[in-house]
Nanobody
Framework: QLQLVESGGGLVQAGGSLRLSCAASGRTFSCYAMGWFRQAPGKEREFVAAISTSGGDTYYADSVKGRFTISRDNAKNTVYLQINSLKAEDTAVYYC???????????????WGQGTQVTVSS
């Protein structure tokens, strides 16, 4: 199986930045498309960003376009989410996910991390 561990969350002020990391182990990382999802209390998990196996294709939710950037370093088995211009509505638990071969913006991923909390204060 593939294990995913997120890190980098924390408490930041509105307008600030964070970089989330997701470290993968157990399988060939470069064979998996990767995604980031988030879930706020009382709300459904929603798509945030995704990236293809090679990093050549990226996808973003409309709510984060222009502020969030997904990237990956296959040599380090790690995917990143750079978050800029944080807003209060970005407060959520952010989850990293992996899917074999084909990237998707739907929640059809095979492996999930435990999540990392992002809290935005004003």
């Amino acid at each position: 199986q593939l294990q995913l561990v997120e890190s980098g969350g924390g408490l930041v002020q509105a307008g600030g930045s964070l970089r989330l990391s997701c470290a993968a182990s157990g399988r060939t990382f470069s064979c998996y498309a990767m995604g980031w999802f988030r879930q706020a209390p009382g709300k459904e998990r929603e798509f945030v960003a995704a990236i293809s196996t090679s990093g050549g294709d990226t996808y973003y939710a409309d709510s984060v376009k222009g502020r969030f950037t997904i990237s990956r370093d296959n040599a380090k088995n790690t995917v990143y989410l750079q978050i800029n211009s944080l807003k209060a509505e970005d407060t959520a638990v952010y989850y990293c996910a992996a899917r074999a071969l084909v990237v998707t913006t739907r929640p059809h991923y095979d492996y999930w991390g435990q999540g990392t909390q992002v809290t935005v204060s004003s």
